[in-house]
């Protein structure tokens, strides 16, 4: 049962990398990454299940946290990068001193 | 008796429609409806967090990710005001070859994940008592650490979303 919560967890992070490598928009980006964190966070859970141990409930824990933190930032950044050139496509930041 | 295949068929629904949800999440044209698929995506994978006998990352789940994470995501689509959303490329030029080097990872990843064994220990028990004593006794130093980085990812979202200066006059 814990190769199909695996083989769950690989799909759907393998789904927001590819949605990271090709989507344009920057909140999409993020977006993926969220997805991908989630994918992470079910195989913790899943190995904290059928492993019969605790820890990877706590770290899940961390990684949501961290997570929160990433999107803060991130959407941040975006934000003051659409404030400053009025680009939010991730190929049409061409510029690094605004 | 008919336990397992109820499980079974729960998690097939799961598969396909986690699936089906984090695509439509890349390939919809309206970002407002990528942030509206990423919340049933995600009250999906806190249902199978529930699954996996842990309800109380399942509340976690739906306390910081539905109610932190995809509200900043709306409040930064609507601060951004994107008007001109429905007739942009989506994609970027070498959209193929990214798909491709991702398949490519995912089949490493399942050459990975197929015969996975764990030992076969009785599953932990659901307890929220043991998390919290775990979380305040064995991993205090994490704890602590996580909150100064919490804290410091806020001023740092303040700083850098702020008006510049220079924009201001």
Sequence with gaps: ?98 | MNQTAVDQAFFIYFYLSLSILSIAVIVSKNIIHSAFFLLIFLLHVAAVFLFLNSEFLMVIQIIVYVGGVLALFVFAIMVMNIKEELKHRRFVRFAGAGILVSLLFFAVFYGFVKNVKVSSNPPPPNDVNLLGSLLYSYYLLPFEILSVVLLIALVAGIIIARKSPREEK
């Design chain 1, 1 to 98: 049962m814990i190769n199909e919560y695996l083989l769950l967890s690989a799909t759907l992070f393998t789904i927001g990398f590819i949605g990271f490598l090709i989507r344009r928009d920057l909140i999409v980006m993020l977006m993926c990454l969220e997805i991908m964190f989630n994918a992470v966070n079910i195989s913790f859970a899943a190995f904290s299940y059928y492993g019969g141990n605790f820890i990877g409930q706590v770290f899940v824990l961390f990684s949501i946290a961290l997570a929160a933190s990433e999107a803060a930032v991130g959407l941040a950044i975006v934000l003051a990068l659409v404030r400053a050139t009025g680009v939010n496509h991730s190929d049409e930041i061409i510029r690094l001193r605004g």
